[in-house]
T-cell receptor, first 116, second 109 residues
Framework: NAGVTQTPKFQVLKTGQSMTLQCAQD?????MYWYRQDPGMGLRLIYY???????DKGEVPNGYNVSRLNKREFSLRLESAAPSQTSVYFC???????????????FGSGTQLSVL | RKEVEQDPGPFNVPEGATVAFNCTYS??????FFWYRQDCRKEPKLLMS???SGNEDGRFTAQLNRASQYISLLIRDSKLSDSATYLC??????????FGTGTRLQVFP
């Protein structure tokens, strides 16, 4: 029972490089999310997807793009990485739609990204 | 004012102690309340939802006070394995889930 799987676990980039973080869930959940977590700050929502084919901006979308490839997969792309994007990134999924009561999130194990 | 505020701690308590955390929220229209647990360098995991009437799960009790806009988490008979960061999470129909910065608990022998 894998739950939410995200790759890679660690990544070091140089400023200006691009990369894609992959996320897949096997729980048949409708909603998927990308968060970043920085020291002294709560998890902040980057983008989310309420269903296959739809994506919406969260609190901190600048510098990122996402793709909801199918119901299982939701990827996050950094087109031109900046040091300010050094963070821990978490993918999450939920059975319910965003904003619904009992919106319980299941998280992947995270990606530690460093941009030099 | 932050939307969801928590005392960062750390709370250092001996095994067997009872410890309580509070979390305040600013949006009076909030309707969903949760406590998540996050171990060091790991992903957050749902600990429990918080219901209006309060709810209990083993040694853990969660309470909601809508009038004062805070939720609480009480842990009885603390175990070493309870050492973690506890995240308060609040949601509303119009806002996505808002995470607090977390309260760190350290239980010592």
């Amino acid at each position: 029972n894998a739950g939410v799987t995200q790759t890679p676990k660690f990544q070091v980039l140089k400023t200006g490089q691009s990369m894609t973080l992959q996320c897949a869930q096997d729980m048949n959940h409708n909603s998927m999310y990308w968060y970043r977590q920085d020291p002294g700050m709560g998890l902040r929502l980057i983008y989310y997807s309420a269903s296959e084919g739809t994506t919406d901006k969260g609190e901190v979308p600048n510098g990122y793009n996402v793709s909801r490839l199918n119901k299982r997969e939701f990827s996050l792309r950094l087109e031109s990485a900046a040091p300010s994007q050094t963070s821990v990134y978490f993918c999450a999924s939920s059975e319910t739609l965003p904003g619904q009561p009992n919106e319980k999130l299941f998280f992947g194990s995270g990606t530690q990204l460093s941009v030099l | 004012r932050k939307e969801v505020e928590q005392d960062p701690g750390p709370f250092n308590v001996p095994e067997g102690a009872t410890v309580a955390f509070n979390c305040t929220y600013s949006n009076s229209a909030s309707q969903s309340f949760f406590w998540y647990r996050q171990d060091c360098r790991k992903e957050p995991k749902l600990l429990m939802s918080v219901y209006s009437s309060g709810n209990e799960d083993g040694r853990f009790t969660a309470q909601l006070n809508r009038a004062s806009q805070y939720i609480s988490l009480l842990i009885r008979d603390s175990k070493l394995s309870d050492s973690a960061t506890y995240l308060c999470v609040v949601g509303s129909r119009t806002d996505k889930l808002i995470f607090g910065t977390g309260t760190r608990l350290q239980v010592f022998p």
